[in-house]
Every structure is written in C-alpha cells, then in structure tokens.
C-alpha cells in the first residue's frame, strides 16, 4: 500500500516539474520576440522586425493605430551620428495558454549620438500568438512612464 502511494507521488512531482518546465520554456520563448523585435528596431533591420510580429499586427503608440509599416517608416528616417539605442527590460507578467500569450513589460531605452544622450522609458503589453509552432506578436500597446 506504501509503495503504491510512494509511486503515486513521485508521478505527481514528475508530472508537476514537467509541466512547470514547459511553462517557463513557453515564457522564456515569448520574452524572446520582445527582445529580438527590439533589438531589430534599435538598429532598424526592418526584415528582422517583420519576423517576430504577424501579418496583421497592430501597434497603439502615441493615440495613434500603426502597423508594422507605419513603424518602419518612422524608424528608417536619417538618425544623428554616432546614433546607439539599447534597450533593457522588466518583464512584469508573461502568460501564455497554448497558442496565445500575454505580457507586459517595462522598457527602458539608452540612446545616445555624439550630440545627445537620453533614457526613455515606457509600461508596453503586448499578445501574441503561435503560428506555425512560432510566437509572433499581434499586438502591442505602449505608453510612456515619466
């Protein structure tokens, strides 16, 4: 009778590791598109960018509605000498449920040139979606923090 017991939970505790794994892999997976989505928007490699979000993805920034496009047209214009944009991020909750995540994060952006350094920082959310055993973002909300 013990020993069935002791299987018993021990099958728990496999089980229950198993599954935590995954979930942390999942969410690990996620995070990754923040950041290689960002870190393709800091250097504006636009194909790069283009990777990590859907066909249809939308970005609220600034009240305004933009779409990938949108965004890259903003970001390929001439930026000043000696331009660097590092960013850093807190990720505050990142949810996922089989082919759909959610997150929210705090960005902190470090941008310097020879003429001007500044540090921005912004509260973004974002959802995602699995397509094809891929996390792409559909979504993104930013909003600046003073």
């Given amino acids: 009778m013990k020993i069935k017991m002791i299987k018993k939970i021990a099958l728990f505790f496999?089980?229950?590791t198993q599954?935590?794994?995954a979930q942390t892999s999942e969410k690990a997976e996620v995070q990754q598109v923040i950041t290689r989505f960002f870190d393709a928007l800091s250097v504006a490699n636009i194909?790069?960018?283009k990777a990590?979000?859907?066909d249809d993805?939308?970005?609220?920034?600034?009240?305004?509605?933009?779409?990938?496009d949108t965004?890259?047209?903003?970001?390929?214009?001439?930026?000043?000498?000696g331009y660097l944009r590092q960013n850093s991020f807190d990720f505050l909750s990142t949810k996922t449920?089989?082919?759909?995540?959610?997150?929210?994060?705090?960005?902190?952006?470090?941008i310097s040139s020879k003429t001007r350094n500044a540090t921005i920082k912004w509260l973004e959310s974002a959802i995602l979606r699995k397509e094809k055993g891929r996390w792409r973002m559909e979504f993104m909300h930013s909003t600046p923090m003073k």
């Fill in 97 to 110: 449920d089989k082919n759909r995540a959610y997150v929210y994060y705090k960005n902190k952006a470090e």
């Fill in 47 to 49: 194909p790069l960018m």
């Fill in 14 to 16: 496999l089980l229950s």
């Fill in 71 to 81: 965004l890259a047209n903003k970001i390929s214009r001439p930026k000043p000498e």
């Fill in 19 to 21: 599954f935590s794994f």
């Fill in 57 to 68: 993805f939308i970005l609220l920034e600034n009240g305004e509605i933009w779409t990938i």
């Fill in 52 to 54: 990590e979000v859907s």
